[in-house]
């Protein structure tokens, strides 16, 4: 491991940094609050020449993701980065990525959709686009932003998947924190430059896309929804050895924070979850053996590493910052049971939707939260 | 001088095989982009007759790598294939001289859902030729209307025929000032060639639109594709130019036209040999609406002639 350098940086500009890290080669971008940030920094870095890259300034985020699917067609090795609305503007284009098997990096800033208009957190955009067949992270910290989308890149190289990074708008993106950026020398062992297995080459005519039959069209779907479930321990590998490169940790699959031991354990995703390590602190205090179990991976949901991580007969506090529109609750609450049916059965799932919008989401509410489902 | 339709070149890339109509006039207008832009290009394809007349997975007849992109963004795909071969050659990934890169996409694509991404390439400059081959309708999902369908003309969702005009999009992307914008036919083959070969060897971003005639949607007889195409030359109804940085020059017989020399021939027999028409001619206000039609032709003809004093 060489020298490391810590410096104070927001959670939009750790994501450019790790762009320029990856030696991204083409970013197309849009601006949308609060992801504008990223695109900025991103543009200027390319401009100053810090960043040896294209930067394309297209004319919305259908166009910036089409450019991206494009370039990574091409050959290139491709960032983009949107919010809310914008990722919805994306929607038909995500599933060219993904259908075509292009290994498209994307930060997605959480943030609420309209109408009505908000510009602040929460994770509606995000999952909504669960069936896109994005493999998709979910990050706590500006430390983890920077560190997923070096992952990120990896495990979409390897199993030529894109991958969504996501991460909540303005408590990460625009707070400062304490960032650690390794040595360029450590991040390029760690990935290594992207060599495509097919591109765009006249020397090789072949077609991308191309009209099929059932008979054809059929394969190609059963091998893209194997590969993510298969794409699980790409994941754990990356985390894995970008720990022995670089000394660094969020996680794997999942993040676990005194789960062992545990008979509640609180359930969430993103800033929110970091918080609720504060919350947990609380309700020890109260003398409950209050846990928490925050998935780092949405899609492919990790079933297996949550299945085997959560201590017998406990209560789960699913906290949900969306809405599962036509069930009560929320999207997560939905997908955790639906893992649990049949297999454990010792376990009690409750969940609450908080902080939509981006009412802000404090320790002592999140543990009064807790406290109030166990009453339930 | 044009070059002689003898003089193109032998070989193929457009392979024999496909899926299009006999008489097909973009496949025929393919053909010889093909002859021009050689092996060495890349081609984006947007859902339309092209694709699917291109051959099922894994045949292709095409004989270039070709990525068929979403409907409506064939401008920003191309920026993204355009952008990646470019640093990609900068650091070294690629060498030798890069693939021009192009897309085929018809009227739909170009005038309608395509427009905005297109107008972005355009406004950014990116080295692309984008090539719209106008068949003056959705031809794909069955004949509908498109922003090009001309006055007049039946689809099948203007059952009583189109009201409103075309929209002018060769004249749209000559006022996004790139570098060159040209029209074309299939009658004027040579005409055709040449100004894919002199794009080709211009930077940034290239527009050329080719009129072609649809014996399907257009309702004619399948042998008459190059003839319909010589009479919208003919009577105006479309011209050949070509705009090289904003200068405007007029291709035969179209100059002829411009400059008095030759009187455009009257649209009545031009559209009489179309189906897409024929159910005007049979109404009571047949008169007035060809009056219309002629009265578009006449107005654009004046126009062009006026448009080309000006060089910006
Ligand atoms: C987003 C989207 N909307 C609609 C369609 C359906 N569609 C496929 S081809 C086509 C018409 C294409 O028209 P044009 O671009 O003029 O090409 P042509 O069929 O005439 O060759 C339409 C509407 C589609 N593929 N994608
Ligand atoms: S419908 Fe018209 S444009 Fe389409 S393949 Fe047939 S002739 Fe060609
Ligand atoms: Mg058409």
Redesign the interface.
């Known amino acids: 491991m060489k020298t490391a350098q810590v410096i104070m940086d927001t959670g939009a500009h750790a994501a450019a940094l790790a762009v320029k890290s990856a030696r991204v080669d083409v970013v197309p971008g849009y601006p949308i609050t609060p992801q504008t940030s990223i695109m900025e920094a991103v543009a200027a870095m390319v401009e100053n020449g810090e960043l040896h890259a294209r930067f394309i300034p297209v004319e919305g985020e259908h166009s910036a993701m089409a450019a991206a699917v494009a370039a990574s067609a091409a050959g290139a090795r491709v960032f983009t980065a949107t919010s809310a609305n914008g990722l919805l503007y994306m929607h038909e284009v995500l599933h060219m990525a993904s259908g075509g098997r292009l290994p498209v990096v994307m930060c997605n800033v959480n943030r609420g959709i309209f109408a009505p208009w908000t510009l602040w957190a929460d994770h509606q955009d995000s999952f909504a686009q669960r069936d896109t067949g994005w493999i998709q992270y979910h990050c706590s910290s500006n430390q983890e932003v920077y560190n997923t989308i070096l992952q990120a890149f990896r495990v979409a190289e390897q199993i030529n998947i894109p991958v969504m990074v996501n991460f909540d708008g303005f408590a990460i993106s625009h707070c400062l924190m304490p960032l650690t950026l390794p040595a360029q020398e450590d991040i390029d062992r760690f990935l290594p430059p992207y060599e495509p297995g097919w591109r765009l080459d006249p020397a090789h005519p072949s077609s991308f896309s191309n009209v099929t039959n059932a008979a054809e069209y059929a394969p190609f779907r059963e091998m893209l929804s194997g590969d993510i479930l298969a794409s699980i321990s790409l994941v754990k590998q990356a985390a894995q050895e970008y720990k022995e490169i670089t000394g660094m940790w969020d996680g794997d699959t999942i993040d676990t924070y005194l789960l062992e031991d545990a008979e509640v354990v609180a359930f969430a995703v993103n800033s929110m979850a970091a918080e609720l390590r504060l919350s947990i602190d609380i309700l020890r205090e109260q003398g409950i053996k209050a846990g928490l179990l925050r998935p780092r991976l949405y899609l492919p949901f990790p079933t297996e590493d949550i299945i085997n991580a959560i201590p017998q007969n406990a209560q789960i506090m699913v906290l949900d910052r969306n809405y599962n529109f036509g069930h009560p609750g929320g999207i997560l609450a939905s997908e955790l049971k639906s893992v649990l049916f049949g297999r454990r059965n010792d376990l009690t799932v409750k969940n609450r939707v908080v902080g939509i919008g981006g009412i802000d989401l404090t320790r002592r509410f999140m543990a009064e939260e807790i406290l109030s489902m166990m009453e339930e | 001088m044009t070059t002689s339709i003898k003089k193109l070149p032998d070989f193929e890339q457009v392979l024999s095989g496909n899926g299009a109509c006999g008489g097909c006039p973009s496949t025929m207008a393919l053909r010889i982009v093909g002859k021009a832009l050689g092996?060495?290009?890349?081609m984006?394809l947007t859902p339309s007759c092209a694709?699917?007349s291109?051959?099922?997975?894994?045949k292709?007849a095409?004989?270039?790598?070709?990525?068929?992109?979403?409907f409506?963004?064939a401008?920003?795909?191309?920026?993204?294939?355009t952008?990646?071969?470019?640093?990609?050659k900068?650091?070294g990934?690629l060498q030798g001289e890069l693939?021009t890169v192009f897309s085929w996409v018809g009227d739909g694509g170009t005038y309608d859902i395509g427009f905005?991404?297109l107008?972005?390439a355009a406004?950014?400059n990116?080295n692309m030729i984008h090539f719209c081959y106008n068949n003056e309708a959705y031809s794909n999902t069955g004949v509908q209307r498109s922003g090009a369908t001309p006055r007049g003309s039946f689809t099948t969702t203007t059952p009583t025929g189109k009201r409103q005009p075309k929209k002018n999009m060769t004249r749209l992307m000559l006022e996004h000032n790139i570098p060159y914008v040209a029209t074309a036919t299939v009658a004027y083959p040579g005409d055709l060639y040449d100004k894919v070969i002199k794009a080709k060897s211009i930077p940034g971003m290239k527009y050329i639109e080719i009129l072609a005639p649809c014996y399907l949607g257009w309702q004619f007889d399948m042998p008459e594709t190059v003839k319909m195409s010589r009479m919208a030359v003919r009577s105006g109804a479309w011209l050949l130019w070509e705009a090289e940085n904003g200068r405007i020059s007029f291709n035969s017989p179209s100059s002829l036209i411009i400059s008095g020399k030759r009187e455009a021939e009257p649209v009545n027999e031009y559209v009489m040999r179309q189906g897409r028409f024929t159910r005007l001619f049979k109404s009571a206000a047949a008169e007035s609406r060809i009056a219309e039609m002629q009265a578009d032709i006449d107005c654009e003809i004046a126009f062009m002639r006026e448009r080309a004093k000006i060089t910006t």
Not at chain 2, 54 to 58: N, R
Not at chain 2, 75 to 81: E, F, H, K, T
Not at chain 2, 83 to 88: K, P, T, V, Y
């Open positions: 092996p060495n290009a890349i984006l694709v699917a291109m051959g099922m997975t894994p292709l095409y004989n270039w790598p070709c990525i068929n992109v979403t409506a963004t401008g920003s795909s191309a920026s993204g294939i952008h990646a071969l470019e640093i990609m900068e650091k990934r693939p905005q991404a107008s972005a406004e950014r990116d």
